[in-house]
């Protein structure tokens, strides 16, 4: 069974340059996550999608932050502008469909974003 | 709200030693626990997990057993591995997952 797909796996930009990044889960499962995790940190949920539906966006920065999740299938998350505290590794991560609240969470490998 | 706390690193081991990586929540109902383990250069994976009180989660010699009277899901393993060297994460869902700031780990030969 193929992973939580993710791309690009490194990227650096300037500061108030735009950047997107793309997620595709794991075949079938209907909720997706979007993490930031902060060097030294532990992941900080952005937002999650259940299908193409939000779910939980609470925490994401809706001034500079988006993502969407068009046909309930893979996901891209954008940053425009960028700011220098944006650096982090991005991890997307998805879950089965019917075990929403407890379900264990299957990531990517994330992707790294250095703004400079 | 809900939290996870979990022992500050890193942690440095010599091959074959106990290893103990204590997690403390606060939450309310009662929520899964996890611990996911992150090798160098790749995604969080899961190690292994725990619904309910008294349960044992147990995965490549780790295991975690879920106190609810103490809060805690503290992860051991009886002889690690310098292939354990990694950062550990405890974390919980209740239901949105939150997770603690992670223990580097090094298990040196």
């Known amino acids: 069974e193929a992973g939580v797909a993710q791309s690009p796996r490194y990227k650096i930009i300037e500061k108030r340059q735009s950047v997107a990044f793309w997620c595709n889960p794991i075949s079938g499962h209907a909720t997706l996550y979007w993490y930031q995790q902060i060097l030294g940190q532990g992941p900080k949920l952005l937002i999650q999608?259940?299908?193409?539906?939000?779910?939980?966006d609470s925490q994401l920065p809706k001034d500079r932050f988006s993502a969407e999740r068009l046909k309930g299938v893979d996901s891209t998350l954008k940053i425009q502008p960028a700011k220098l505290e944006d650096s982090a590794v991005y991890l997307c991560?998805?879950?089965?469909?019917?075990?929403?609240?407890?379900?264990?969470?299957?990531f990517g490998p994330g992707t790294r974003l250095l703004v400079l | 709200g809900n939290s996870v706390t979990q022992m500050e690193g890193p942690v440095t081991l010599s091959e074959e030693a106990f290893l103990t990586i204590n997690c403390t929540y606060t939450?309310?109902?009662?929520?899964?626990l996890f611990w996911y383990v992150q090798y160098p250069g790749e995604g969080l994976q899961l190690l292994l997990k725990?619904?309910?009180?008294?349960d044992k989660g147990s995965n490549k010699g780790f295991e975690a057993t879920y106190r609810k009277e103490t809060t805690s899901f503290h992860l051991e393993k009886g002889s690690v591995q310098v292939s354990d060297s990694a950062v550990y994460f405890c974390a919980l869902s209740s239901p949105d997952m939150r997770f603690g700031a992670g223990t580097r780990l090094t298990v040196k030969p």
């Open positions: 999608f259940q299908n193409n539906g939000v779910v939980d």
């Open positions: 725990a619904t309910k009180a008294d």
């Open positions: 939450a309310t109902g009662y929520p899964s």
């Open positions: 991560a998805s879950s089965p469909p019917g075990t929403s609240g407890r379900a264990t969470q299957y």
